[in-house]
């Protein structure tokens, strides 16, 4: 039962273009997202959050939606920069949980 | 400024050995947790710990695995008599309470030959 889903596993965009990421819940009762973003053989590092009583959330280059009634969240970098490429990952907690639920990830490939 | 620290960063195993994983939070972090991220996969939680309490083990397998985070020194996640499908990346984050973002660890990547 996968409660987080990025149903793309890679993504490839030109320096300079948006790079829109997707994110699906099914938990109704998730409060709080974050996007982390992970680099091979480091551990993740956090981006960005939003909580469920917002729609949107920007900081510098990255701007979170969240869309309550779609359960969709997305995560738009603008410009995008080559060292923008690692893989994103969604994550999700439920106001009676203790933990995050992450999704499987996005590959963003940022083209010089 | 420290932050999360996981050791060793590379363990190899031989099947029925036992695998010690150590966490270090940052500074001023009291919430532990252990998620390991299979190849090709995401990150799947394991357990949250405080201080000396596991709060949250209902992503620990039921045997085999433990952790614990004794009042003083690191965070340990144990498996014993690891076998081939133990082999993952497991990364430790830690926070200061726990409901705001988690600081991630590099990692400790378990291979089980």
């Known amino acids: 039962d996968q409660q987080v889903k990025q149903n793309s596993p890679s993504l490839s965009v030109q320096e300079g273009r948006i790079s829109i990421l997707n994110c699906d819940y099914t938990n ?16 993740p590092t956090f981006l960005i959050s939003i909580s469920s009583i917002k729609d949107k959330n920007e900081d510098g280059r990255f701007t979170v939606f969240l869309n309550k009634s779609a359960k969709h969240l997305s995560l738009h970098i603008v410009p995008s920069q ?30 010089p | ?48 710990l405080q201080k000396e309490n596991i709060i949250d083990e209902s992503g620990m397998p039921k045997e085999r695995f433990s952790a614990e985070f004794p009042k003083e020194g690191p965070s340990i996640l144990r ?35």
């Open chain 2, 1 to 48: 400024n420290a932050g999360v620290m996981q050791n060793p960063r590379h363990l190899v195993r031989r099947r029925g050995q036992e695998a010690r994983l150590r966490c270090s939070p940052m500074k001023g972090h009291s919430h532990v947790y252990w998620y390991r991220q299979l190849p090709e996969e995401g990150l799947k939680f394991m357990v949250y």
């Open chain 2, 79 to 113: 498996i014993q008599q690891v076998v081939r499908g133990d082999s993952a990346a497991y990364f430790c984050a830690s926070s200061t309470r726990q409901d705001i973002e988690q600081f991630f660890g590099p990692g400790t990547r378990l291979t089980v030959l």
């Open chain 1, 28 to 43: 109704s009762m998730f409060d709080y997202f974050l996007w982390y973003k992970k680099y091979p053989a480091e551990g």
């Open chain 1, 82 to 111: 080559p060292g923008d490429s690692a893989v994103y990952f969604c994550a999700g907690r439920d106001n009676y949980g203790q933990n995050f639920v992450f999704g499987p990830g996005t590959r963003l490939s940022v083209l």
